[in-house]
């Protein structure tokens, strides 16, 4: 019996589907045509999704760009450009063979060439990338249509590390230039829309791939079809919440992202807009530098923890207790295999002034200042929690300076251990642990504690899913135990529509899939 047909469960409940079907809601039929006018908070300095681990930032390529594989609505990777695939007897070798007639939008047809450059670059990179070259020997084209991913151990977790926006496959002309830290010039991909334009400081403008070839099974949030309704979708930055609210609410655009939950009255109120929230969307936090300064004191991280009260926190942050929930676990979503609360002390969010005093005298903290990164600009309710988590802190003579600075300087001083102690974050469903971005030692916060790095191998190479699930369960344990991360607590996503915007998203999963979307008719 072939290691392929011993595990068929196995790699279901793993998160990696058999065959090409895929579950979820169907989207009903839409006419083609119109302009979506999407507003959004913020963009990277480049399109590419490699250059950077802040998966907002991935909003363009989710669009332009497709990989081997696709999440759906359930968090299971499922065929994209790839056609079929298989693993060898002893469980080493997975071979993805490519979809017939696949081209770029520059017109070159897709090969196995591409795919190799591709995910070659991506395993160079940072966050989930690394991972993946964890789990690989080599990736190598077999021939035009063929990709061997040579495994380190048997693991069913490929599909699941290529299946994110990060490992867009993209022409290897496209790439000449261009590494894991150094961006394309474009994105030549093979998505249903292509990148006309893309000004960091204005936004972008993706129109309709008239050549694009869909999938024939029914969509589901990143997989199956996808229906390009609009015939161009405009991404519009607009920092400013406020900003993004009224230009809704005055008709200047369809969809407007990353509302705060106090809009929601006025949403609602409006004939022609509505609110639309997604529950169980990401956890808030903060993560630590573990690998220098104070917060790499494992007592004064503990202290930290004891200190906060996580109610205050997410209501400063949300605004609304009906759009948040004192949940500890880290993967959000409950409906996901991986949720779990092991080794989550009693009372969760409540604090433990005993513990914080014994913690403190531990760690030996002498007021050291804690430079805490927060990009208030982008990310108001994200700063609003370390704005309450200081003032509870320094209760306990913790001394917090929040250091706030412009998204692009974020990202840089926070992967610098020289420049931060801790920055606040947030973090949504993965479809699997190995592609939690905090759990990657090369991520901001660096957390390279040796049992969490042994754990994360075995999790890596088992294919049980009772065992990987078990697993998980004691790195989860270890997280708080050791509080690399702290979590306040599970918010819902708030965005705002036009009435007569179809198919809008109301489920984490399906993120940013706005080829699914359909613009108002006029």
């Not at 250059?51 to 332009?64: K, L, P, Q, R, Y």
């Not at 936090?285 to 109610?311: C, Q, S």
């Not at 609360?341 to 433990?352: I, L």
């Amino acid at each position: 019996m072939t290691f392929w047909k011993k595990t068929t469960k196995t790699l279901l409940l793993c998160g990696v589907a058999i065959g090409a079907g895929v579950a979820g809601a169907h989207a009903q039929d839409y006419p083609q045509g119109g302009t979506l006018r999407t507003a959004i908070s913020q963009m990277a300095p480049s399109p590419d999704p490699v250059v950077t681990t802040f998966g907002v930032n991935w909003m363009t390529a989710t669009i332009v760009c497709e990989g081997l594989f696709a999440i759906d609505e359930s968090w299971t990777p499922q065929p994209m450009l790839a056609d079929s695939y298989d693993y060898s007897e002893d469980g080493k070798t997975l071979t993805v063979t490519l979809r017939p007639n696949l081209k770029f939008h520059s017109g070159a047809p897709v090969t196995a060439a591409d795919v190799v450059a591709s995910l070659n670059r991506y395993r160079d990179s940072a966050g989930i990338g690394a991972a993946l070259k964890n789990a690989t020997a080599s990736i190598e084209a077999v021939d035009d249509m063929t990709i061997r991913f040579n495994l380190n151990t048997p693991t069913a977790i490929v599909p699941g590390l290529i299946a994110s926006a990060q490992a867009a496959i993209m022409s290897v002309q496209s790439l000449e230039d261009a590494s894991a830290t150094e961006a394309t010039t474009g994105l030549d991909c093979t998505g249903p829309y292509q990148l006309t334009s893309y000004q960091p400081d204005r936004g972008a403008v993706l129109t309709r791939w008239d050549d694009y070839r869909s999938r024939e099974e029914p969509s589901s949030a990143f997989a199956g079809r996808k229906h390009a309704y609009a015939d161009e979708i405009d991404l519009m930055l607009m920092p400013e919440p406020s900003v993004r609210r009224d230009a809704l609410l005055t008709g200047q655009i369809d969809i407007a992202y990353e509302l705060p939950t106090d809009f929601y009255d006025a949403l609602q109120g409006d004939a022609a807009t509505q609110a639309v929230v997604v529950p169980n969307n990401q956890s808030l936090t903060v993560v630590f530098n573990t690998k220098e300064g104070p917060a790499a004191d494992i007592n004064l991280r503990r202290a930290i923890y004891y200190a906060l009260d996580m109610d205050p926190i997410m209501l400063a942050s949300v605004g609304n207790p009906e759009f948040y929930t004192l949940d500890p676990s880290w993967i959000p979503d409950p409906n996901s295999f991986w949720y779990t609360t092991a080794g989550v002390p009693d009372g969760f969010g409540t604090p433990k002034p005993e513990l914080v005093k014994q913690y403190l005298d531990a760690s030996g903290y002498d007021g050291e200042t804690i430079r805490w990164l927060v990009a208030a600009e982008q990310y108001q309710k994200h700063y609003l929690t370390a704005v309450v988590a200081q003032q509870q802190l320094s209760d306990f003579g913790i001394n917090v300076e929040l250091v706030e600075s412009p998204m692009a300087n974020y990202i840089q001083s926070r992967a610098k251990p020289s420049d931060m102690d801790a920055f606040s974050s947030f973090l949504p469903t993965y479809v699997d642990p190995t592609s939690i971005a905090y759990l990657n030692p090369s991520y901001p916060g660096f957390w390279t504690d040796p049992e969490k790095m042994e754990l994360m191998e075995k999790i890596a190479s088992t294919i049980d899913p009772d065992e990987r699930k078990a697993i998980f369960e004691k790195i989860h344990t270890l997280i708080y135990d050791q509080f690399p991360f702290i979590k306040y607590g599970t918010e819902a996503n708030m965005y705002g529509i036009r009435s007569g915007v179809g198919n809008a998203p109301a489920v984490p999963s399906r993120g940013y899939d706005l080829y699914n979307v359909a613009p108002p008719q006029s």
